[in-house]
């Protein structure tokens, strides 16, 4: 990335954002890096605490649905590109509650594309609006087969809808006023720094306290998991090198049925946690079915692979012992966005400069 640019990301103090926001940060001294974020329940600047002193960083405490605020603040700062990230991510919250996903993910990423295009208008050179998608827009797959770029479009939730439909309002825009825009859809992430609403972070915290950990259905739902890390790498790498207009899917390779992972992270957790085989594994509960419950995903990367050379480095088992690690290690942490301490944190942090 050249010199003197200004970047903006969206949604950069929740899982993923913060994981990219870092990489940036480090990778990119000379680049200006702009986190937006509205710090909802999800976002938690503590996810950036070793990179916040970095002079290139910036924090902007806004909600991308303000279409005021995003024009006061296009008006005062000129970007380059734009990363977007922001969202409401969690599938169960989207059936409790589907106007809030239709919302954010949906109103908010058309206010930011009018947002790029005004700014923009004049001169296109060089601009590029990166779009942050899922996998789950293709719908649900049985036992065989894979979602490629060319797969139509079947969402099944009101999350998957509204990812579903902010990716065609991307598309649009680069059809319509030729906005500079790319797209990925990425396969189930896991990590560090990830909500404890999401199955692996939610278990490692059930275990922990001896909770009952809740499977749903017959257990037998399959996802394909990639570790965060090698997610945002994808994003630096199709963010330079990927052309514009195009899709790209990211996906680990690394399909497992639910039962089976929660298998594997009780055989973890019982040797992290010194306590004997099969201790953690004796909590599971199957429980009632999500509603609607996708059967299967599972990414074909290949043009990825091909056309830009990323590929996943991190293979599950080491990928899930450092997660686990990381959260028994950072249990003041998940205490912090359990109880909403964060939000102490930010008016302590920032004050009033957010
Ligand atoms: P997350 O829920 O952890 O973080 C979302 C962030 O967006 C939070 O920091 C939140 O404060 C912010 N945000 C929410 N509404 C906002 C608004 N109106 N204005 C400004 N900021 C707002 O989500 P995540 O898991 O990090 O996912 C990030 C993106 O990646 C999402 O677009 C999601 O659809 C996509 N994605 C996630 C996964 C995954 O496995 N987690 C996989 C593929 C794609
Ligand atoms: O595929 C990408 C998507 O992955 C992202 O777009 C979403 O933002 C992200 O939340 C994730 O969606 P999932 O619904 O697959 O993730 P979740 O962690 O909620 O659930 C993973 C699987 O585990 C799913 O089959 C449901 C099941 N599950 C989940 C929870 C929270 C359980 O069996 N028990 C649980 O308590």
């Not at 996802?223 to 680990?252: F, Q, S």
């Amino acid at each position: 990335m050249a010199e003197g640019k200004q970047l903006l990301v969206t949604g950069g103090a929740g899982f993923i954002g913060s994981h990219l926001v870092r990489l940036l940060v480090k990778k990119y001294p000379d680049v200006q890096i702009w986190n937006l974020d509205a710090l909802t329940y999800a976002g938690n600047l503590e996810n950036l605490r070793d990179v916040e002193n970095a002079p290139n960083l910036h924090f902007i405490k806004g909600d991308i649905t303000d279409a005021a605020f995003l024009s006061d603040l296009f008006s005062r700062q000129s970007f380059d590109g734009i990363i977007h990230l922001a969202a409401e991510s969690h599938v169960d919250r989207s059936i409790t509650g589907p106007l809030a996903f239709v919302q954010t993910n949906v109103i908010g990423t058309v206010q930011l594309l009018e947002a790029a295009r005004r700014q923009w208008a004049d001169n296109l050179e060089g601009k590029r609006f990166y779009h942050v998608s899922t996998d789950e827009v293709y719908g649900s797959l049985g036992e065989t087969g894979f979602f490629t770029e060319e797969t139509a479009y079947d969402p099944r939730s009101p999350y998957s809808a509204s990812k579903a439909s902010s990716d065609h309002f991307v598309r649009a825009y680069f059809h319509t006023y030729g906005l500079p825009v790319i797209i990925s859809n990425c396969s189930n992430n896991y990590g560090p720094f990830q909500f404890p609403e999401k199955l692996l972070p939610l278990m490692i915290h059930n275990i922990r306290q001896r909770k009952p950990l809740p499977v749903y259905g017959d257990g037998k739902y399959t996802r394909d998991w990639l570790w965060v890390i090698d997610h945002v790498e994808a994003i630096d790498t199709i963010y330079h090198k990927g052309v514009t207009g195009e899709t790209y899917n990211i996906g680990g390779q690394n399909e497992w049925k639910n039962i089976d992972l929660v298998h594997l992270l009780c055989k973890t957790m019982d040797r992290l946690l010194d306590r004997p085989e099969g201790d953690s594994a004796s909590l599971i509960t199957f429980v009632k079915d999500r509603p609607g419950h996708d059967r299967r995903y599972a990414i074909d990367a290949e043009k990825l692979q091909r056309e830009l050379g990323w590929t996943p480095k991190v293979q599950m088992a080491e990928g899930l012992e450092e997660t686990a690690r990381w959260y028994l290690d950072n249990e003041e942490w998940l205490h912090h966005v359990t109880s909403g301490e964060y939000q102490q944190y930010f008016q302590k942090q920032y004050g009033s400069r957010g």
